[in-house]
């Protein structure tokens, strides 16, 4: 199946009813098993283990595009070596007010500003816990909009209480730019405390059930450059098993000048490559292999995959590639990272 035949249709559409249009497709493929067409003819799986966890290949699904994990199924049969799912917060909330999505098809890129819309944690957990896909499953978490941020950690606490029997690991999302005041807990003192915090609940959770779930710290491209060392640092003492560098910016470089430029909200796809490479590198350097790093942010080819596994990230993820390329980029990713 060709996505360019597919792409001007969904294209045409506003965003996020696109995104719920390719998603019903997807479902009802995967149902008869057929969503595996788009992967091609995958190589025999090289198997990455971190974080005690085996991965089935490099490849993942950077959080956000299945924030309920209602599509994993299908997902999974794309061919994906592990899928990270939410954000997912205590309560449901609806989000920031649409419209919250905005494409930039001239510069490859997506502009956007959902705010967390999910329908809670507690509601996705039932999926989490009835799936039936043989690939890890991350579950990103975040804190409500109406919580004040002082009271942040109860947020990540509660969500991860609710989660941790069924996720495969957990993310614990501080840098998306569309939750007011929530980049604030990456400060070095900030991330230490949160950190701790949960990590500490982690090994109460650890001890009352058996298992040992691994914790990863998603953070963002646009930590000033005297932040990352102290940052990185504060989050590997504190406990975090693995950090994922990086989410989306609030920079415009790149697509000053488009109809959208002025919309705020986290910028991804084309645009991000750059920033998101040069982050990872700092991050890479920072942690100096003491915990694995999941690199994330720009990836639109083979070429942008293979450059963040040199840089020094394990794994990948992906989003926004998906989106301008197709199901069948993920196949593409797998094949081409094969050798590495």
């Not at 966890?53 to 994993?72: C, E, I, M, T, Y």
């Not at 049969?77 to 007010?97: A, D, H, R």
């Not at 991330?191 to 963002?220: D, F, N, Q, W, Y």
Request: glycine residues 10%; charged residues 20%; without cysteine.
């Amino acid at each position: 199946m060709a996505y360019s035949i597919f792409r001007p249709i969904l294209f045409a559409l506003d965003p996020e009813r696109a995104h719920h249009a390719a998603f019903a497709a997807l479902d009802a493929q995967a149902t008869l098993g057929l969503a595996r067409v788009w992967a091609g003819q995958l190589p025999a799986p090289k198997p990455v283990t971190l974080m005690g966890l085996s991965f089935p290949n490099r490849v993942g699904l950077a959080a956000g595009l299945d924030k309920d994990a209602r599509h994993l199924r299908g997902l999974s049969q794309l061919g994906f070596g592990f899928i990270e799912v939410g954000t997912l917060t205590p309560k449901p909330q609806p989000g920031n007010p649409a419209p919250r999505m905005f494409r930039l098809p001239e510069h490859e890129g997506l502009i956007n500003r959902l705010g967390f819309n999910n329908g809670g944690v507690e509601d996705a957990v039932k999926r989490l816990t009835a799936r039936d896909v043989d690939v890890p499953v991350g579950v990103n978490i975040g804190k409500n909009a109406v919580t004040p941020i002082e009271n942040a950690v109860d947020d990540y606490l509660i969500a991860m209480r609710a989660v941790y029997a069924t996720a495969d690991y957990i993310t614990i999302n501080i840098s998306s730019p569309n939750t007011k005041n929530l980049r604030d807990l990456q400060a070095p003192d900030s991330v230490a405390a949160l950190v701790t915090r949960i990590v500490r609940e982690g090994e109460a959770l650890t001890k009352s059930s058996g298992k040992r779930k691994p914790i990863a710290v998603k953070i963002a491209p646009d930590l000033d450059d005297s932040m990352v060392g102290d940052v990185v640092s504060a989050i590997i003492d504190a406990g975090a098993d693995a950090i994922i560098s990086s989410n989306t910016t609030i920079s415009r470089d790149g697509v000053t000048g488009h109809a959208y430029a002025a919309e705020t909200g986290g910028l991804s796809g084309a645009p991000l490559t750059q920033r998101a490479d040069a982050m990872l590198a700092k991050v890479v350097k920072a942690a100096a292999t003491r915990v694995p790093i999941i690199g994330v942010g720009g990836i639109m080819s083979v070429a942008d995959a293979k450059r963040k596994i040199d840089i020094g990230a394990s794994l990948i993820q992906i989003y926004t590639g998906m989106l301008y390329r197709g199901p069948g980029f993920v196949g593409e990713l797998v094949r081409g990272l094969h050798q590495k």
